[in-house]
Every structure is written in C-alpha cells, then in structure tokens.
C-alpha cells in the first residue's frame, strides 16, 4: 500500500509529511520512504497552537477553529507532497495523521485519562479525496493504557537487533524511549515510556531569551557558551515525574512554556545567566535520559539510536554520548532509517496495521489491559475501491 504519514510534535514546529511503500506483515514487514517533506508553521500559526496548548490562556473557540484551520495546512502539505513524486493522487490508498496534541491528561496517579489531538479528518479527507485515519491514542486510553509513546511498537516491528539489546530514544518536544529485546530472545518483552522533557523546556527558554527570535538552541550554540550548574540541575532532577515508574507519558501540560518560564526565573533568582541555563536546561535532559536507562533498562543496552530534533545538538549528543557509556549512541541514517521522518513512518505504519485490523501496539509499551486496533477511519473519495481491493487480497 501506498500511505501518507502526517505529524506535528509537541514542539510545534511544523508539519512533516511522507509517502510510503508498505507492504507484509507484522514479523515481515518493508517500508520504503517514497519522498517526505517538512513545512514549516508560519510563526502565527505556531503561537496559535502553543497559545491552544496552555491552559491558561486556550479557550474552546480557539481550539474548534484550530482543528479545522490546522487541518487545511496539514492537507495542503499531503498534497504537495504528492505533486512533488511520480505519483498520482489517486493511487495513495491511506493517510495516517498523528495532528496536534493540545493536551495529555495525566492524573496525580500517573494514569491518563483524556489525550487531545486535533486536526479535522474529514478536511484531510475531502481535500484529498484519501480515506484517512486519525485519533489514534483515544483506544489504547480506553483500555486503561497511556495513549503513548505509539512510536515505540513500529520500533518492535522494525528496529530489533539480531543479538542484543537496542535502545530507541526520541528527544523531540518531549522524550521517550523503547527498549528493546533481541530477536534472539523471546522471553523478555520491550517497554517503553517518556523520559521527561526533551527540547521543550530548553526551546521555551530560548525563544524567551531572545525576544521571540529563536525557536532552539541551534547546533547548541548557547549551551557551548555555558556551564551547567550542577546545584539546579540537582533541584531539577527532583520533579516527581523523574520518580514515578512506568508506563508514564508526559507532555506540554507538564513541561512546557508556562513551566519553563517558571524555571527561568528561578534560575534568575540563583544569579544564573541566560547561557548557564540553558546549558543547565540541555544537561537536564540529557541527564533525565540517562537516570531513566539506569533505573528501568531491563538488561544491558547496547546501542541506542537517537531520533527527533536532539539529535541535531552536538552539546546534548556529546552528554548522553559520556552518560550512556559504554553503549554506542548512534542516529537512524546510521541503520538505515531516515530520522526526519522517522514519526510520519510511524503514522503510516499505524494506519496500514488499523486499516488490517491489526492491533498498533502492545500492553507492556501503554500499560493497558490488552493490545487494540487503534484509530479512527475518516473514508475519502479511494474508500469503495478501497474496500474491493482489500476483499479481494483476503480472499485470494
């Protein structure tokens, strides 16, 4: 099948967009990355899903009118992205859009209880004229699961290493990690959770730090000019997220604007510079990555291959590079994988499993009482000839 993975992180970024050949079954399964693009957010519509995204300052009529004006750019990116391959719009058969997190309800106990994500299917739908398929934590939260991190069952499908354990580390917005078995053994099974932050503090504070000019920390410039205070960042590693067992997700509602302009000033108030906190803000997460391998890894990891935006900060690599020694901290590209669309595969994954009936993840990533088809199924203008397609496979 031809599908279209569609995802927009907690960073807010913007929109990355990619088709993919997928084709066998879980155990063996290709994918093949087509062509993917990356659009970004117009700074308005960026400061409109942040503002949407906090408490404080969303309201429901900004929220309603998100969900559709968002769907419209996530629908123009599908399909600019088709006009720029040797495929014709009808012959993508699905479209698995992750859309916008707004917010992630977690309890005091640590279980979820609600996950927002926006972006208007049925706009993806007839602006393409692709069935799509959306919504895909909602299930998982009903069987008493997390909702997240969905990365982490492409990683078992894909990912596993022949003889020893493999660490899969997402340092987007937020930070999670799956670790995972070897194929060899069949006795232990992965998990997975959110380590904490990951550039979401550190972006927050950037951004506030130079006037709204810079979104991140590039090629960590700020960190480099920087000591990390050790004092803080102690204070820091107190958050009672660090301490709570897994399965745990985390998101914005805990770590994000509002909390790190809080920290800001705290750190303002120790006599910190602008430079110390954010090198204090990169070793946190580095450093919360790292305290999170040595309580939960359940065996010795190996190899850790880094994805999402961390990846780029030499200062944040060369850190986990001396925390998670003796492992080898490697990227995606270096197994083969392309990183910067390593969350639309995941969608597109997720959407060619649901639309198999097949479950998209697995209890012991989530927590929940059993494994679910997950997703909604928005049908396009493909769906009949869709379903007669599919028909057809299973009866052959």
């Known amino acids: 099948m031809l599908i279209i993975g569609l995802m927009s992180g907690t960073s807010a970024d913007g929109v990355d967009a990619a088709l993919f050949e997928i084709e066998g079954v879980p155990g063996n ?19 409109a899903i942040l503002q949407c995204c906090d408490a404080e300052r969303s309201r429901v009529d900004q929220i309603a009118d998100l969900n559709v004006s968002l769907a419209e750019v996530f629908a123009d990116s599908a399909v600019r992205l088709i006009a720029e391959t040797s495929v014709s719009r009808g012959d993508v058969d699905l479209i698995g859009s992750h859309g916008q997190t707004i917010w992630h309800s977690v309890c005091p106990d640590g279980q979820v209880s609600a996950s927002l994500q926006i972006v208007e299917a049925a706009v993806l739908a ?32 894909l990912l596993r290493h022949p003889r020893f354990w493999r660490a899969i580390q997402n340092i987007g917005g937020m930070g999670n990690v799956t670790f995972l078995p070897p194929l060899n053994n069949e006795r232990d099974r992965p998990i997975a959770f959110d380590t904490g932050p990951g550039n979401a503090l550190l972006d927050a504070a950037v951004y506030h730090f130079s006037g709204g000019k810079l979104t991140y ?5 700020i960190a480099k000019r920087g000591r990390m205070n050790e004092e803080w960042l102690e204070v820091l590693l107190q958050h009672p ?23 800001v000033a705290q750190a303002a108030a120790r006599g910190l510079s602008e430079t110390e906190i954010v090198a204090t803000l990169t070793s946190l997460t580095a450093t919360n990555i790292a305290e999170a391998y040595r309580r ?3 065996a010795a990891i190996q190899e850790v291959i880094l994805g999402g935006g961390g990846r780029h900060n030499p200062v944040m690599v060369a850190m986990l590079r001396d925390l998670l020694a003796p492992a080898s901290v490697l990227r995606h590209e270096d197994i083969g994988m392309n990183s910067d669309f390593k969350e639309a595969l995941v969608f597109a994954v997720l959407a060619y499993e649901s639309w198999h009936g097949r479950p998209g993840t697995l209890p012991s990533f989530t927590g929940a009482k059993g494994a679910a088809v997950l997703g909604q199924i928005t049908p396009g203008a493909n769906f009949s000839q869709l379903l007669l397609h599919s028909w057809s496979e299973a009866s052959e």
């Open 29 to 47: 399964m290709k994918t093949r990355l087509i062509h993917g693009r990356t659009d970004a957010y117009e700074p308005a519509m960026r400061e």
């Open 126 to 157: 007839e602006r393409t004229g692709i069935t799509t398929i959306s919504n895909f934590r909602a299930r998982d939260i009903a069987l008493g699961g997390q909702g997240a991190p969905l990365t982490s069952y492409v990683d078992w499908l």
């Open 217 to 221: 920390d590039h090629a960590g410039e």
């Open 241 to 263: 997220y660090y301490q709570r067992d897994y399965p745990k997700t985390t998101g914005r509602e805990t770590f994000g604007t509002a909390a790190a302009l809080d920290l």
């Open 296 to 298: 939960f890894a359940p």
